[in-house]
């Protein structure tokens, strides 16, 4: 997987994710939620954590190389199995509890949520890696 996105989209990736955590606090706060526009709101605050998302895994870094498109690679592939293992794990839940109402499963947003912290560890683990092995 190549990136898109310029370096400095990583750390706005961050800042819009860190946005997106606080924002419906500041709503609540302000009172601009309510029972009407909560959905509204809620799929919206969704959407910019994907968007936030997408930018740090398909940013560039500062040293990008060809092992950083196989950790990149190895992460999907990592975050595929852990994400399909969540919402495995979450549907059991739901059936050992018995509740039937509650079908709302923010998977698309589980797999990039673990995709970037198996990215960022492959990142890391690369980076000591390579610093033991001078």
């Known amino acids: 997987m190549k990136p898109l996105f310029p370096v400095y989209c990583r750390p706005?990736?961050?800042?819009?994710?860190?946005?997106?955590?606080?924002?419906?606090?500041?709503?609540?706060?302000?009172?601009?939620?309510?029972?009407?526009?909560?959905?509204?709101?809620?799929?919206?605050?969704?959407?910019l954590m994907m968007m936030g998302a997408l930018?740090?895994?398909?940013?560039?870094?500062?040293k990008e190389t060809a092992a950083t498109t196989e950790i990149r690679n190895k992460a999907t592939r990592?975050?595929?199995?852990l994400t399909v293992f969540i919402v495995f794990a979450m549907m059991l839940y739901k059936v050992f509890v018995g509740d039937v109402v509650t079908v709302d499963h923010s998977s698309f947003l589980t797999f990039l949520i673990v995709n970037i912290i198996c990215l960022e560890f492959g990142l890391k683990k690369a980076q000591v890696d390579s610093m033991f092995k001078r």
């Open 12 to 47: 706005l990736g961050y800042i819009v994710l860190a946005l997106s955590l606080f924002i419906p606090f500041m709503l609540v706060l302000a009172g601009w939620i309510n029972d009407g526009n909560l959905l509204f709101y809620k799929e919206c605050i969704k959407l």
């Open 55 to 62: 930018f740090i895994l398909f940013a560039y870094t500062k």
């Open 78 to 81: 990592n975050a595929m199995f």
